[in-house]
């Protein structure tokens, strides 16, 4: 089976902007199916008979309506709703509507069109096939509707292609598709928005990986469409992907009151307040995104490990919470993500999110564990991540020999990894060659790995990849103290204020370090700050101790702390 990757099984990676781009151009790699679901026919993961079962009409998913060809009415109303669900990135939800269109009018050709589309993020093969149903019954269909299914099939002959010698040219020649019938139809909204998904690099573009070129095609569907939610929803992630906030916050709180019953739109939001600084309202939309998904789960009958952005939206509330010091709950989360069932490798990969955490809490013990568990996994990805956390761990508990092992097994698996992949993977080869020189004191190449880790982190546009690299440079800014490494803790804590000057550890760590020079009243003012921002902690979060033993003897250095 053949399974076309979509951006949302990245979960973002933790990878920078640029990198994420790069892992749409690659398919999906499914590896693993629900027992439960096993023995019945699935599309990817997902049980057809999900994807086919009756649905209703639904209210608060954002208002959408493509004038087709003459339909029964209920049959425009699902197809509606599908089309909203698309540009929403409801997969599930998406192809019910899109079967309930078809149960009133079975020939209509654009519902397959739409099913096609709801398919091709889990299984290209069912994709195509949806697609061919439409061609069959494009006799009957109006000269834009035959436009769009030869769209889609451009589409899809370039995904076929990606990353082959022909994949440049199939890409331009799916963009002039679209650039031909807006010639013929310049106002129509849709076809606005499908080229603005076509300016990205890769053609499995659907918003998340806007670039600047496409704004201009968003920002002319809302001229015409005022209301229209998919082009605010698209324009949040061009503007963060931009780095403008300010424009992407916007777009996001508009798509949230539009959409109050769709949890990315929810989650969206709650995205673009962390990345402005505003993690305790952030919360709140994620949480809000989980609420939503938990009666739908319940009401549906969906097992939550089907649904890409459960895991998502657990993922960045539980490093919300982290971010806060609020390592409860943050813990509650990510071992509420842990539990879900990874589909694809991606989310295998994603699952590097537990040992992290534990890391950075200082329980290498477990992180060992966890870590270890990741390099089981059939995913390479996975097991490259696991072998590098691991031996993180264990540096930070004098076992170096052992950890060099991991990084020789991590470099030998990622070698011939695609340009995607190895992007995905090289922040971890490059933090624990990091950690193993601070442990061993060989240092020449301490530098250039500083740098680079600099540069993934600052080229981190979304709030989950600034996040994490924030949290895993905090890592080895520990280790950097605990080792002596003076100089080095001093750049990384410089980097974490530059990279996110509104988080507590990042003043923590500048803290420590200007502690240590004697600066008595400096560190006082970083400690200050720290305990500001980290107002809301858990009352036994650990740098709370040291910041009030550092306040009550001022002419005492702090210890070297966690």
């Known amino acids: 089976m053949i399974a076309m990757h979509s951006a949302r099984f990245l979960h973002r990676c933790g990878l920078t902007a640029a990198a994420g781009i790069l892992l749409l151009m690659i398919p999906a790699r499914i590896f693993a199916q629900a027992d439960e679901h096993a023995n019945h026919a699935t599309v990817g993961w997902v049980p057809e008979e999900i994807l086919s079962r009756p649905v209703a009409l639904r209210m608060g998913i954002g208002v959408y309506h493509e004038k087709g060809t003459t339909s029964p009415t209920m049959a425009q109303k699902f197809y509606d709703q599908g089309v909203a669900y698309l540009h929403s990135y409801v997969w599930i939800e998406a192809a019910r509507a899109f079967h309930q269109a078809l149960?009133?009018?079975p020939k209509m050709a654009m519902a397959y069109v739409g099913l096609s589309y709801a398919y091709s993020p889990m299984d290209y093969r069912a994709a195509r096939a949806a697609l061919e149903r439409a061609v069959s019954l494009s006799a009957a269909s109006s000269d834009r509707e035959r436009r769009r299914i030869a769209i889609r099939r451009a589409q899809l002959d370039a995904m076929e292609a990606a990353g082959n010698a022909e994949a440049i040219a199939k890409l331009l020649a799916f963009r002039k598709e679209i650039d031909d019938a807006l010639a013929a139809y310049p106002d129509d909204v849709e076809l606005l928005l499908l080229r603005g998904h076509a300016e990205e690099p890769t053609p499995f573009g659907d918003g998340q990986g806007c670039i600047a070129?496409?704004?201009?095609?968003?920002?002319?569907?809302?001229t015409i469409s005022p209301d229209n939610f998919a082009a605010h929803h698209f324009l949040a992630h061009c503007y963060e992907n931009q780095g403008k906030f300010s424009e992407a916050l916007e777009h996001a709180r508009i798509y949230a009151e539009m959409a109050p019953q769709i949890p990315h739109a929810q989650h969206m939001y709650g995205h673009e307040l962390r990345c402005v600084g505003r993690t305790e309202e952030a919360i709140q939309f994620f949480l809000k995104a989980e609420s939503v998904e938990n009666a739908y789960y319940r009401q549906e009958n969906i097992p939550p490990s089907l649904d890409w952005h459960h895991a998502h939206n657990l993922s960045l509330l539980a490093s919300a919470y982290q971010y806060e010091g609020q390592l409860?709950?943050?813990?509650?989360?990510?071992?509420?993500?842990?539990?879900?069932?990874?589909?694809?490798?991606?989310?295998?990969?994603?699952?590097?999110?537990?040992?992290?955490?534990l890391l950075n809490r200082g329980d290498f013990g477990t992180a060992l564990e966890a870590a270890r568990e990741m390099t089981g996994s059939t995913s390479v990805l996975s097991r490259v991540a696991g072998n590098c956390l691991a031996g993180i761990?264990?540096?930070?508990v004098h076992r170096s020999e052992e950890a060099e092992a991991e990084l020789n097994s991590a470099e030998t698996q990622s070698r011939g990894l695609n340009r995607a992949d190895a992007g995905a993977v090289s922040p971890y080869l490059d933090l624990l060659r990091l950690a193993l020189a601070l442990r061993l004191g060989s240092l020449a190449d301490a530098p250039a790995l500083v740098e680079r880790i600099s540069q993934y982190t600052r080229r981190s546009t979304s709030a989950d990849s600034w996040s994490q690299g924030l949290f895993r440079i905090e890592v080895l800014s520990t280790l950097a103290r605990e080792t002596g490494r003076w100089n080095i803790a001093e750049e990384l804590a410089s980097l974490m204020l530059a990279v996110d000057p509104y988080y507590g550890g990042s003043h923590y760590a500048k803290a420590l370090?200007?502690?240590?020079?004697?600066?008595?009243?400096?560190?006082?003012?970083?400690f200050d700050t720290a305990k500001t921002y980290w107002n809301h902690a858990d009352v036994d979060f650990p740098p709370l101790a040291v910041i009030e033993k550092a306040a009550s003897n001022p002419g005492v250095g702090a210890p070297i702390a966690q």
């Open 513 to 526: 370090v200007t502690e240590h020079r004697k600066e008595r009243a400096g560190a006082a003012q970083e």
């Open 213 to 222: 070129p496409a704004i201009a095609y968003y920002q002319r569907a809302l």
């Open 328 to 357: 409860h709950l943050a813990e509650r989360y990510f071992v509420a993500e842990r539990q879900l069932t990874p589909f694809t490798e991606y989310a295998a990969f994603n699952r590097k999110d537990w040992p992290e955490f």
């Open 103 to 105: 149960r009133s009018e």
């Open 393 to 396: 761990a264990l540096v930070a």
